[in-house]
């Protein structure tokens, strides 16, 4: 599902900060010159795809340095693990909302859609899932009434008004976007071999499509399922709970001293390759 061009009107990018942190911030912020970043990621279905593109990319940009190079690669891995994750999690993000839009489609009840909504998710976290279903279709109620952020997210939610949304159906893309925009769908574990189990026929079904998009508009490295597949499991077996890179230990207080030395180039090359099929899997051409 692609995302109309609609300006964000459910949440507020205001944040609260104190005066020297203010101060800070107007220190980061000032100068000339070509190096100002601005930060361009939206809210919505491809958000996690838009994100794992920024890791994929950062993981690629520091494989380029020949400067500490054995500070570079827990940096570079880092970022493939955590891009690797976050595109996974979208795949199964944009299953839950398709499934649980042509659920409303049906005229599924409430709890119908709600049991559509908790399918592949660990029983931990079904209430979760519940709460935020039932609270993004409140919003997405107020909406259409015209209301705003923050009066969208603090008045009539709960249930009664879930219902009552839900029969009115979800026919126009606007509201499926604003549905997503709404509902951020929270996908917990870091495991990934469970999440490649989540998705792979998500990934394989749609990599014929992907090599069509490489040829017509990418033109770049597409790895194929079995690739991605092979990484999941050597990521996975290096950090099952993706703070390996981050931490020289775990929770459970074991040391993180068992990485191979490699090879920043190829493994830079790997990054690449990870954001072209990502590229390949997104284009909505």
């Known amino acids: ?9 459910i949440f507020a990018s205001d944040i609260q900060l104190t005066g020297p942190a203010r101060q800070l911030l107007a220190s980061l912020r000032g100068g000339e010159g070509d190096r100002i970043a601005e930060p361009k990621n939206y809210p919505g279905v491809q ?8 890791y994929f990319n950062n993981a690629g940009t520091l494989c380029e340095s020949w400067h500490a190079v054995d500070f570079a690669v827990f940096g570079a891995l880092y970022c493939l693990r955590h891009g690797l994750e976050l595109w996974l999690k979208g795949f199964a993000q944009n299953q839950v909302l398709n499934d649980v839009l042509d659920a409303i489609a049906d005229g599924k009840t409430l709890d119908e859609v709600v049991e559509v909504a908790q399918r592949g998710c660990s029983k931990k976290y079904h209430a979760a899932r519940r709460d935020e279903l039932i609270k993004a279709l409140c919003v997405l109620r107020n909406v259409d009434k015209g209301l705003r952020h923050p009066e969208c997210h ?19 893309e606007s509201e499926a976007f604003t549905l997503a925009l709404a509902w951020p769908i929270s996908m ?3 495991d990934l071999g469970v999440l490649w189990e989540q998705t792979k026929e998500i990934v ?4 014929a499509r992907a090599q069509s998009n490489n ?9 194929p399922p079995e690739k991605v597949e092979a990484l999941c499991a050597l990521l996975g077996a ?3 709970d993706g703070d390996a890179f981050r931490y020289p230990c775990s929770l459970t207080g074991d040391w993180y001293f068992h990485l191979p030395s ?3 180039r190829a493994l830079g090359e790997l990054a690449s390759a990870m954001e072209s099929t990502l590229l390949c899997y997104e284009h909505q051409g």
Not at 47 to 54: E, K, M, R, W
Not at 158 to 165: I, K, M, N, Y
């Open 238 to 240: 290096w950090d099952k």
């Open 1 to 9: 599902m692609t995302q109309p061009k609609k300006p964000n009107t």
């Open 262 to 264: 490699l090879n920043l």
């Open 204 to 207: 394989r079904g749609n990599y």
């Open 47 to 54: 958000a996690f795809g838009d994100h794992a593109q920024i």
């Open 188 to 190: 917990g574990g870091h």
């Open 154 to 172: 603090q008045v009539e939610i709960g249930e009664q008004f879930a219902r009552e949304r839900l029969s009115e159906g979800i026919g126009h």
């Open 215 to 223: 040829v017509m508009y990418i033109g770049g490295e597409l790895l």
